[in-house]
T-cell receptor
Framework: QKEVEQNSGPLSVPEGAIASLNCTYS??????FFWYRQYSGKSPELIMS????GDKEDGRFTAQLNKASQYVSLLIRDSQPSDSATYLC?????????FGKGTKLSVKP | EPEVTQTPSHQVTQMGQEVILRCVPI?????FYWYRQILGQKVEFLVS????????KSEIFDDQFSVERPDGSNFTLKIRSTKLEDSAMYFC??????????????FGEGSRLTVL
């Protein structure tokens, strides 16, 4: 059974702070990892992908991958109220994405 | 920007009825997927489709479900005899050949199915 685990939250941070979202996965052979953002009632929207150990930065978002620990994280700097959403961690298992339950982030003005 | 489109956006049906959800994937994409999300729960993989056949399916995708690519543009999900527990948002997704290996999927806006 392929598992992707996330803390469901809610995670509440003040506007301008750093939000840190974490994810662990069960299959050591996984190579591709993704963070999707999902607003309530909407479809998942890809915001970051990461394939190699280390950090990958894109604007205010930084994804971190540690394959030895089977751990993926997403940092959101200078959090904005518009970042309030559920963040889904997804792992590619043989071409199919398996999602975690998501972490609900609330950014307070 | 190319996008995946789904119809209907919301369908209400009686238990036991057949439902067909339709999707138009991005035109140059080769891999197609259906996912579902029961309210308040996680996005779950149902089935993947490539070269006019199912590539992989989950335990959820039982004999009540079928997929079809009836022409060059549409990709459909049929639920033969709906049950109450089929009530969910159904997302279609597509990817190109690179994304099939990297997992970068493009999702439609979803079709909400309500079974009464």
């Amino acid at each position: 059974q392929k598992e992707v685990e996330q803390n469901s939250g809610p995670l509440s941070v003040p506007e301008g702070a750093i939000a840190s979202l974490n994810c662990t996965y069960s299959d050591r052979g996984s190579q591709s990892f993704f963070w999707y953002r999902q607003y309530s009632g909407k479809s998942p929207e890809l915001i970051m992908s990461i394939y190699s150990n280390g950090d990958k930065e894109d604007g205010r978002f930084t994804a971190q991958l540690n394959k030895a620990s089977q751990y993926v994280s997403l940092l959101i700097r200078d959090s904005q109220p518009s970042d309030s959403a559920t963040y889904l961690c997804a792992v590619n298992y043989q071409g199919n994405l398996i999602f975690g339950k998501g972490t609900k982030l609330s950014v307070k003005p | 920007e190319p996008e995946v489109t789904q119809t209907p956006s919301h369908q209400v049906t009686q238990m036991g009825q057949e439902v067909i959800l339709r999707c138009v994937p991005i035109s140059n994409h080769l891999y197609f997927y259906w996912y579902r999300q029961i309210l308040g729960q996680k996005v779950e993989f149902l089935v993947s489709f490539y070269n006019n056949e199912i590539s992989e399916k989950s335990e959820i995708f039982d004999d009540q479900f079928s997929v079809e690519r009836p022409d060059g543009s549409n990709f459909t999900l049929k639920i033969r005899s709906t049950k109450l527990e089929d009530s969910a948002m159904y997302f279609c997704a597509s990817s190109d050949w690179l994304a099939e290996n990297t997992g970068e999927l493009f999702f439609g806006e979803g079709s909400r199915l309500t079974v009464l």
